[in-house]
């Protein structure tokens, strides 16, 4: 691939990105769920990759750890995470969503699902169809690409 093609590709990443959060984020109100940006990212980077040690989980959400830190806490304090143990290192501690958690994110899961539908609604058969393919398959190489 020369460097126009791979330029090609990071440019409409750039545009995909903030395209997909903000499709996320106006879907579920935050203020009702009482979290930030960056909590709720937590919580679903949590239901895809359960049990991940704070360093994991930051690089997952391509946050510091400090940030990540200080974003799990009031989730831990809420009880919508929890940390326990690996019982063969005890030096390694994970984070996982508690049933609380699953709960919300399932929620917010059906909010997003909701308001997607409407805007689905304008898009016709075969634009959701071409949608749905360059969905799965962006997910499966992106996949491929992640360290």
Do not use: W
Request: with cysteine; proline share 3%.
């Amino acid at each position: 691939m020369n460097q126009s093609e791979s330029k090609g590709i990071a440019v409409s990443l750039f545009e995909i990105f903030p395209l997909c959060r903000k499709l996320i984020f106006c879907s579920v109100d935050m203020k009702e769920l009482n979290l930030t940006k960056s909590q709720l990212s937590i919580l679903f980077a949590l239901e895809v990759k359960p049990g991940l040690t704070m360093s994991k989980l930051s690089k997952f959400i391509a946050s510091s750890k400090e940030q990540t830190t200080r974003a799990v806490a009031p989730l831990v304090k809420e009880g919508l995470v929890e940390r326990y143990v690996d019982e063969e290192n005890r030096r390694y501690v994970y984070i996982r969503l508690s049933d609380q958690g699953i709960r919300m994110i399932q929620e917010a899961k059906q909010s997003f699902i909701r308001h997607l539908k409407l805007s689905f609604d304008r898009l016709s058969e075969d634009d959701l169809d071409e949608l749905k393919q360059a969905a799965e398959t962006t997910l499966r190489i992106l996949k491929k690409l992640e360290p």
